[in-house]
């Protein structure tokens, strides 16, 4: 189902886009949450520029942690999981930042990605960044954050942010930065979610329910349809 | 408006004792909690198919027929007979022959079964699970409908003049209910033939089941089977009693705590909100009982799980006492006060068999003779219009 509630993001006359932040970092303040939140304020910055609004949605995910048991074990959301759901549905843009545990993000991270509806995040543009106490992690986010986001076929800017301790007082951070700032707002622009779920939403999979519980349309034309209501399936391929 | 009780025959470990029931025991126990729910004055028993430990009910027909042989009133049926994994044709004929022992005392509800490994052990695979669920249940549908038949279908050898005996209990088939809480085909189907729509109503918010009793209903009208709703439509539903609500929660929560499915996953006052688990006093399950209707609409089956987690016999006696003497009445008296008065009234043997013949006396079909060639033919009842082939003398 596409959502046509939505305003369209018109670049002539200024757009509001819904920039959601997910930040898997525990402590507060976290070095992971200050990475996300330097990249939405420069989406925000960048944004202004090219005469946008930004509003910006935070979820920590450290306040999902009571409700994470029941969302894995059982697929049952809470409240707030509900909420985090709902607002990622409406993003218009993603900022995902995660610290690094034992060579790879963190669980948490990982677990609330995984939990989510195959088809929530189709088609929307995702900054990645990651956070560690040293170098030697920084493929993660190109090798292993970036692989899920595949999966959830969203739209993961060229640019894969991760700091280090030392990075911290290198400006080629901020500049790296404002690079993935840049590629989220262009890809915004681009309106290519939207057109993406205008036109092409149905040759993906979905489930009944799916896609944070909006995917509610049944093709009655199909041939498990057919073979429903007393049809044959079609003739097997030869070979 | 019938109410009963359905089990997923679970064999599970006591968490308060640690004792596991063995299967011997958990059988006799179910027998047992079936003459119960007809004894505390309630209408169906239902009972699960699994084919892996730590279930014991692989052969569903077998038990409902001893049930169906120590009561009298009480309507036998399954939660669910696996439509995949199950040859149509041997449903066709073990529901035939159950019915024709319960006199009419039962029908069935479908299910696709969701453990992959099981597929398999019968020559089947889950990939195409739906696909095999519908095609199997076209088959069967003819199978109860057609004295003979020819089929040819993707999954099963073909059939050619195959009669499935015995013929249904008064030529009428039993009748069918098709469970499922999120697959829309299966609503499809069910509203297609005019069959009734099972919705669990467990361990899920009741969103995951309103959306398709709704598009059930809106298809079952669609294919004239009658107004939304007249639709036949069943919940399950869950509980645990107790005279005061601390008890009630107080003796459930070991059993919620480690049972299969939720157990070591939210908290039970969490679980009790998002899905429809009551724990608490009858009142309590009267009232979040009488809600079903409010999103599902007027329906015709409740039926309750009450025997899982590694509940003792006694317990589940005890619950059974408290469901029939205090809960069942009252929601009798309430939910006929508040439906509809254009909603169907639940099906049974009877009201199908008055539907078919009215005042007329139902068929009973009698075979031709033998003729020596174990093969029935093509006109296989003396009351088809065909003169049997017998060989000249």
């Known amino acids: ?239 | 408006m019938q109410f009963g009780i359905f089990s997923v025959s679970d064999i599970t470990r006591d968490p308060t004792t640690g004792v596991t029931p063995s299967e011997s025991e958990r059988i006799d126990a179910i027998v047992k909690i079936a003459q119960k729910t007809e004894e505390v004055g309630m209408d169906v028993f239902a009972i699960g198919e699994h084919h892996n430990p730590p279930f014991f009910s692989s052969s569903p027909t077998t038990l409902l027929a001893y049930i169906a042989a120590t009561t009298e009133r009480l309507l036998l049926t399954t939660s669910t007979t696996l439509i995949t994994t199950n040859d149509p044709v041997r449903i066709a004929e073990e529901y035939a022959m159950l019915q024709h022992l319960a006199k009419g005392r039962m029908d069935l509800m479908l299910g696709r079964g969701n453990t992959g490994p099981v597929y398999p052990w019968f020559g089947q695979d889950i990939r195409q699970s739906l696909p095999l669920a519908l095609e199997n249940y076209n088959l069967l549908h003819r199978l109860w409908r057609e004295d003979v038949v020819d089929w040819e279908g993707h999954f099963r050898t073909p059939l050619q003049g195959f009669t499935s005996t015995p013929r249904p209990l008064d030529d009428v088939p039993p009748f069918v209910w098709h469970g499922s809480i999120r697959t829309p085909e299966i609503a499809e189907q069910a509203a297609y033939y005019g069959d009734g729509f099972f919705a669990n109503n467990i361990f899920w918010p009741k969103e995951h089941y309103q959306r398709l009793i709704a598009f059930y209903r809106q298809r079952f009208e669609h294919y004239g089977h009658g107004s939304q709703k007249e639709a036949i439509v069943g919940l399950g539903g869950q509980a645990y009693i107790a005279k005061n609500s601390q008890d009630a929660k107080r003796e459930f929560r070991p059993y919620f705590n480690e049972a299969p499915v939720y157990g070591h996953g939210p908290s039970m006052e969490d679980f009790t909100e998002m899905t429809p688990l009551t724990v608490g006093s009858p009142q309590e399950v009267i009232d979040r009982t009488l809600e079903f209707r409010e999103w599902a609409g007027d329906y015709q089956r409740q039926l309750f799980l009450m025997d899982h987690a590694g509940l003792p016999l006694a317990t589940v006696l005890k619950q059974l006492d408290l469901l029939g003497e205090e809960v069942i009445p009252v929601l009798r008296k309430e939910t006929e006060a508040r439906r509809d008065p254009e909603t169907a009234p639940a099906p049974t043997h009877e009201r199908l068999v008055k539907a078919k013949y009215g005042e007329a006396a139902p068929r009973q079909v009698r075979p031709n003779a033998n003729r020596g060639d174990n093969v029935t033919g093509t006109s296989p009842y003396q009351d088809t219009e065909q003169e049997p082939a017998f060989p000249a003398l």
């Open chain 1, 1 to 239: 189902m596409t959502d046509a509630s939505r305003e369209p993001a018109s670049p002539d006359q200024g757009s509001t886009y819904r920039l959601v932040v997910v930040n898997a970092g525990i402590s507060d303040p976290s070095s992971t949450k200050l990475l996300a939140d330097r990249v939405a304020q420069r989406v925000g910055a960048v944004a202004g520029e090219h005469g946008h609004r930004v509003a910006v949605t935070v979820l920590d995910l450290r306040e999902l942690l009571p409700e994470m048991s029941q969302a894995v074990s059982s697929q049952l959301f809470g409240p707030k999981f509900t909420a985090a759901i709902e607002a990622l549905r409406q993003a218009d843009g993603i900022v995902a930042s995660a610290p690094v545990y034992k060579a790879g993000p963190s669980g948490l991270f990982d677990t609330f990605f995984q939990v989510l509806d195959n088809d929530l995040l189709i088609g929307k543009p995702v900054v990645l960044a990651a956070t560690a106490g040293t170098a030697r992690h920084a493929l993660v986010v190109d090798e292993q954050m970036r692989s899920m986001f595949a999966f959830l076929r969203t739209l993961v800017v060229p640019t894969s942010l991760f700091a280090s301790t030392e990075d911290w007082q290198d400006r080629s951070l901020g500049s790296r930065i404002d690079r993935a700032a840049l590629e989220l707002v262009l890809l915004m622009e681009s309106g290519f979610e939207k057109k993406l779920r205008g036109d092409g939403w149905s040759s993906y999979q979905h489930e009944f329910g799916s896609a944070g519980g909006t995917e509610l349309g049944i093709d009655l034309g199909s041939d498990l349809m057919k073979l429903a209501t007393g049809g044959a399936l079609p003739p097997r391929k030869k070979g």
